[in-house]
């Protein structure tokens, strides 16, 4: 399925005023493409995310899939949220079986197909856990398992990783690939780490803060997997984190006031050190 | 180097037994309350010793009036935590669901809870006579109300993550409500079900000292008016006993329980 997002803007009030989060965002996810977003924290990533899962409605705009307006949530399109939020009552099997039993699917049939994803996920050894007894990493694992049981044609994640450490980050990140090369669903995701996006997606966009909005669409023609060292992608990383650099210093200005100032034509995170792990 | 002997503080006996950030373990702690009660019992004439009262309250166990009082008492509470449970939580799933109601009716339940149980006597006795029902009666209107507030607020709050994923995993209406409000609810249902059962138990005692109905409230007073300090205090320690063992078997491990599953410990 295709996403088009066409002219949204998006408000929130706030103390009896409104507060405009998204400004004339326009993109596109076609069939099968995986699409990352990258912008600071705050920038509206994750409300981008909500529009298209149907749990929010634009202030203005539209988004289509397939051409066809949103105007709920629906189970082609699931989300995988940051913090998992699976529900800690049922075990790893009833989370991912959730999604099956309430499209009404048979019990022996749902937890066979639930045994599955948690076999491609490499969980099948702890199905009857609960997830309080999951590290992070493994907790991501069932909320993909989860999503993918209902096999859905897009994949809706909301930075699925950022609290997990960087080890566990790139091992997940190299499982998706092959998920994502496997089933083909189409994937957009919302990252605030420049290398995760550059590393997983086929187009790059890149989101400005307060309000957000679009500047940048970088596309990435590199072979998967992709490796951190390559000039081609590192040019990509550079000129996403030179846009995210002034972002970032905007915000700062923002939040601490006029006493933060910094060197001309230098952002906080130089591009040869952390290259923006956490912008 | 080591250092001169004279020069380090004075270490004392107590400093040494209990040295700074000591704990005292729940047996140490019950041991050193019998201590102290022996000891003020040796100063004090008047003032009954442990092992008499824990002695008296042994052979109450084979006294059938006190047989039928404890009983009489037992079931009372039975039947009304029962009914705190089954009303409790049926009000409060009405007024988490149906905001219209809750806007009426959600500050009487407060109303209600913040009446102490002893206060619903006097209206029993008017409505039920000095019967058993009027005491039943005291007890679920003295519990009632933290479970209907707490089972309200535990719908109201489900977590806003957990709404989201469940909308986005084709949750909705009435299958909404039951796989994923209720047991979102669980951990504070389960808190004001803990509460209700010290509530519940304080009201049964002041409805029984005041109606007369045969249990161990009525005991208490019966015991007062002959002035037997002793039988007196073998009852507060009986009832004392009941109130924290049930807690602590049911109430404290089943919410500990919850709250470990639902990540909140």
């Known amino acids: 399925m295709r996403v088009d997002v066409q002219h949204v803007f998006k408000s929130f009030p706030h103390n009896g005023e409104s507060i405009e989060v998204l400004q004339d965002i326009n993109l ?12 600071p924290s705050g920038c509206g990533k994750s ?14 705009g539209q988004i289509l899939v397939n051409s066809q307006p949103v105007i709920g949530p629906d189970l082609s399109r699931v989300v995988v949220f940051q913090d998992s939020a699976l529900f800690p009552w049922l ?19 749902r937890r066979d197909r639930a045994v599955e994803y948690l076999k491609l996920v490499h969980l099948s050894k702890f199905i009857q856990a609960f997830p309080h007894q999951l590290s992070g990493g493994m907790k991501q694992r069932v909320a993909i ?32 690939l092959e998920i994502w090369e496997l089933a083909r669903p189409t994937i957009l995701f919302v990252t605030h780490n420049v290398r995760e996006a550059t590393g997983l997606g086929d187009r790059v966009y890149v989101i400005s803060s307060r309000p957000g909005r679009i500047r940048d669409v970088q596309t990435v023609t590199l072979p998967r997997p992709r490796h951190s060292d390559d000039p081609a992608l590192q040019a990509h990383q550079h000129k996403i984190l030179g846009l995210l650099g002034e972002e970032v210093e905007k915000v700062l200005r923002e939040e601490l006031g006029e006493t933060v100032h910094f060197p001309e034509a230098q952002h906080p995170t130089p591009p040869d050190r952390a290259l923006g792990m956490h912008i | 180097m080591k250092p001169k002997r004279g020069l380090q503080p004075v270490s004392r006996w107590w400093r040494r037994l209990f040295p700074p950030g000591y704990t005292f373990l729940k047996p140490q702690a019950l041991v050193l ?13 008047a003032w009954p010793s442990p092992n ?3 002695g008296l309250l042994w052979s109450n166990f084979k006294d059938p009036v006190f047989q039928q009082a404890l009983l009489g008492s037992v079931r009372r509470m039975v039947i009304g935590y029962a009914l705190v449970i089954l009303l409790g939580i049926t009000g409060g799933v009405v007024l988490g669901r149906i ?3 809750d806007q009426v009716l959600g500050s009487l339940a407060v109303a209600i809870h913040a009446i102490p149980g002893a206060a619903w006597v006097p209206l029993a006795i008017i409505w039920f006579g000095m019967t058993e029902r009027a005491v039943i009666f005291t007890i679920l209107l003295g519990a009632a109300g933290i479970v209907v507030v707490s089972t309200d607020t535990g719908i109201r709050e489900v977590p806003p993550l957990i709404q989201r994923a469940a909308r986005t995993l084709g949750a909705r209406g009435l299958r909404y409500f039951w796989f994923v409000v209720v047991p979102a609810a669980i951990p504070k249902m389960v808190e004001g079900l803990r509460l209700a059962w010290a509530f519940g138990w304080r009201a049964l005692m002041a409805g029984e000292l005041l109606t007369s109905v045969n249990g161990l409230g009525q005991l208490l007073n019966r015991v007062a008016k002959a002035q037997q300090l002793d039988q007196l205090l073998a009852l507060m320690l009986l009832i004392a006993g009941i109130g924290v063992t049930v807690d602590g078997l049911v109430f404290k491990r089943m919410e500990h329980e919850v709250r470990v599953r639902w990540g909140l410990a």
């Open chain 2, 52 to 54: 008499h009262v824990v």
């Open chain 2, 33 to 45: 309350c019998y201590v102290l009660w022996l000891a003020t019992s040796q100063v004090f004439p």
């Open chain 1, 28 to 39: 596109t996810v076609d069939e099968g493409e995986f699409v990352c977003l990258v912008g």
């Open chain 2, 99 to 101: 905001p219209l109601v």
């Open chain 1, 145 to 176: 398992a989860r999503a993918l049981a209902l096999q859905p044609a897009i994949l809706l994640m909301d930075e699925p990783f950022a609290a997990l450490d960087a080890q566990t980050r790139a091992v997940l990140q190299n499982e998706l």
């Open chain 1, 47 to 60: 409300t981008i995310i909500h529009l298209i899962a149907g749990l929010e409605q634009p202030t203005d």
């Open chain 1, 91 to 109: 075990t790893v099997l009833g989370n991912v079986e959730f999604g099956l039993r309430m499209a009404g699917v048979q019990k022996l049939k």
